[in-house]
C-alpha cells in the first residue's frame, strides 16, 4: 500500500495559524519555510516505504535549510480504478476569519484551487474523486464560503469525497 499525508494548522506552526498573515510577518517566515522542508521530507520518506535512512538523521540536515519547498505541494494523484486523491494544503494561503470580508477569505487559494479544477476537468466522467484536508468542510462552509462554493462546483462535476483528520467542528 501506498501512503499520503497532508498537514493541520499542528504541523504548519501552531494552533490556527493562518498562512497569509504569518507569511507577512519576517518572524514567522522562515519557521513556514522549515515546516515545509520538514513536511516534504516526511513525504519523500512516505514514497520510499519508510526505507531506513530516507528521512533525515539530524534537524541541521541541508535538506531541511534549502529553502525552496514552500508553498507546500498540493499534488493530485491518480490512483487506480480512475481514483483521484488531492492532498491540499489548507494552511499557506488560508486567511484569518475576524476582520476579513467573507469574500476575501480562503483556505486554497487562487493557485491551489486552480490545478485542483484543472484535475476534475482532466478526468473522466466516471472518476472518484478523494479532497483530503486538514480542516473539517463545517470550517469551509461556516468560516470561508467562496472556498466552500468552489469545492461544491467541483463535487457537481465529479464524484467527490471528503477526507479529514481534524475535528475540532463537524458539521
Do not use: M
Amino acid at each position: 500500500g501506498r501512503a499520503f499525508s497532508i498537514w493541520d494548522d499542528h504541523d504548519f506552526l501552531w494552533n490556527d495559524e493562518t498562512g497569509a498573515e504569518a507569511w507577512a510577518d519576517p518572524s514567522k517566515r522562515s519557521k513556514i519555510v522549515l515546516s515545509s522542508a520538514f513536511q516534504t521530507a516526511f513525504r519523500a520518506t512516505l514514497c520510499a516505504g519508510l526505507a531506513a535512512g530516507t528521512f533525515p538523521a539530524a534537524y541541521n540536515d541541508a535538506v531541511f535549510w534549502q529553502g525552496t519547498h514552500c508553498p507546500l505541494a498540493s499534488p493530485s494523484v491518480q490512483l487506480p480504478d480512475d481514483v483521484w486523491l488531492h492532498l491540499t494544503d489548507g494552511r499557506t494561503h488560508r486567511t484569518q476569519k475576524w476582520g476579513v470580508s467573507q469574500s476575501k477569505r480562503t483556505i486554497l487559494g487562487g493557485e491551489q484551487k486552480a490545478a485542483l479544477a484543472a484535475a476534475y476537468a482532466g478526468s473522466s466522467a466516471s472518476s472518484v474523486h478523494v479532497f483530503a484536508s486538514g480542516s473539517v468542510l463545517g470550517d469551509y462552509k461556516k468560516s470561508y464560503p467562496q472556498d466552500w462554493t468552489w469545492l461544491l462546483a467541483q463535487a457537481d462535476k465529479r464524484r467527490t469525497y471528503a477526507l479529514s483528520g481534524d475535528i475540532h467542528r463537524n458539521d
